[in-house]
């Protein structure tokens, strides 16, 4: 399900993956749009960790993670319309991490 993010430079149009990730998201978009900081925080990592532990052996866990990774969406179209191939590119180096389990999952570097 999509859902609108309002923030003082214009809205975002996201998924919702439920609290306390969709609050995460909104950290993060807040952090990105309104004042350039181009990484997450420990909160939102810890968050990530718990949304996809949630989805552990669960059927729905495909459609759960493309949603996740959907939402960074806002953020690679803006580097791209501004034409920053290479920050638009170089997001996913800040989207890789170890889980407990060894799994790659999610980094907050800048």
């Known amino acids: 399900m999509e859902r609108t993010v309002h923030l003082a430079g214009g809205d975002v149009r996201t998924y919702t993956l439920g609290k306390p990730m969709d609050g995460s998201f909104d950290r993060l978009y807040a952090a990105f749009f309104e004042k350039g900081i181009r990484s997450s925080d420990e909160k939102f990592r810890k968050t990530a960790f718990q949304y996809f532990d949630s989805y552990l052996h669960d059927v729905n866990a495909p459609a759960a993670h493309d949603n996740y990774f959907i939402c960074f969406t806002p953020m690679w179209s803006a580097f791209m319309t501004s034409g ?9 180096s800040w989207l890789s991490s170890r889980s407990r389990n060894g799994k790659v999952l999610i980094q907050a570097n800048s």
């Open 84 to 92: 920053r191939l290479d920050l638009a590119e170089g997001r996913g």
